[in-house]
C-alpha cells in the first residue's frame, strides 16, 4: 500500500519525483559494471536502464535492421529522443533511475540538462584506458570495432561531473566512492541547478 500511495495511485496526489544516477562513459568502459553494482548496494530500489536493455528486449526490430528492411541512420534520431523522454517521464512517476549512456552526440547533453531539470541527477563519468577498452571491445564481439576508441576521444570533452572514476580500479574502490558522492548530495555537475 505505501508503494501505491507514493505512486499517487490511490490518494490523487503527485508521487516524488525520482532521483537519477547518470553514467557516461565509451563503449566497454565497464557502466554496466558499475550500474549493476550501484543497484546491488545503494538504499533505494533503482532501476537501472541503458539503450542496450532497449535493444536487447526486443523494442527495436533488429532483425530487420540486421537485414536492412529499415536503416538504423533513419531511426537514430528518434529512438534516442524518445529514450531521452522516456527517462524523465520514469523520474517524474516518482522511480529511481541509474541510466548507462554515451554522450557521443552534439546537443545530447544539452537535451538531457533541460529534460532532467526537475529532478536530483548525480553526473558520473566512467574513464578506462584506450588499450583496455580495445580489448574488453574485441573481448565483447557485439560492437563494431573502433567504437569505444572514437567515444574515447570524444565522449568527456566539455563534460562537467559530479565525479569522476577509472573502471579499471574495480567496483570494491569505485562503489564506495560512489556510494559516499551520491549521499553527500553534493551536486556540481552540467545537471546541477545554476542560480
Known sequence: MEDVERQG??????STPGRIIL?????????????????DRIENPFWHLSIDHFRDSGVLPMARIARRDFRWSDLRGRFF????ATLAACAEA???LIVE????????????IEL?????VYFIGVHCSLEELTRREVARGDRL???????????HIGRCY???????????????????????????SDFSPRP
Do not use: M, Y
Open 116 to 120: 532532467l531539470k526537475p529532478f536530483n
Open 145 to 155: 570495432l573502433g567504437s569505444a576508441a572514437r567515444d574515447f576521444h570524444s565522449v
Open 94 to 96: 516518482g522511480n529511481d
Open 23 to 39: 553514467l557516461n562513459g565509451a563503449s566497454s568502459s565497464g557502466k554496466t559494471v558499475l550500474a549493476r553494482a550501484l543497484q
Open 101 to 112: 549512456h554515451i554522450l557521443e552526440n552534439e546537443g545530447w547533453c544539452e537535451t538531457l
Open 9 to 14: 495511485l490511490s490518494t490523487g496526489k503527485k
Open 162 to 188: 559530479d565525479i569522476e572514476v577509472q573502471s579499471e580500479a574495480g567496483v570494491t574502490v569505485n562503489i564506495p566512492k560512489l556510494l559516499d558522492g551520491w549521499r553527500s548530495g553534493c551536486r556540481q
Open 81 to 84: 529522443a524518445g529514450f531521452h
